[in-house]
């Protein structure tokens, strides 16, 4: 499976963005990582494809939006309110079980939120 990501930019503080990821395949489960300057790469946000279930982290929950496009084997993440410290490079990620590592992973996208 690979992972197509896109979206990324430069936005002012208070702003939106939204990322897309296509898979080139089904999987179990994507998700949204980010990977900030000096820190490691945390999950912020993942949905499986049958249920629907979501996750966020607790740093975005409330201002990001994770939803997907079965048809499209595609997955968005609506970034809403962005902040300075929401500048990362996001990497989308996907898995073919609802627990464990993920199996594949996008190529990363910037975003970059002036103060």
């Known amino acids: 499976v690979q992972l197509q990501a896109s979206g990324g930019g430069l936005v002012q503080a208070g702003g939106s963005l939204r990322l897309s990821c296509a898979a080139s395949g089904r999987t179990f489960s994507m998700g949204w990582f980010r990977q900030a300057p000096g820190k490691e790469r945390e999950r912020i946000a993942s949905i499986g494809w049958i249920a629907g279930s979501t996750y966020y982290a607790d740093s975005v929950k409330g201002r990001f939006t994770i939803s997907r496009d079965n048809a499209k084997n595609t997955v968005y993440l609506q970034m809403n309110s962005l902040q300075p410290e929401d500048t990362a490079v996001y990497y989308c990620?996907?898995?073919?079980?609802?627990?464990?590592?993920?199996?594949?992973w996008g190529q990363g996208t910037l975003v970059t939120v002036s103060s």
């Open positions: 990620a996907a898995r073919q079980s609802a627990v464990g590592e993920y199996d594949y």
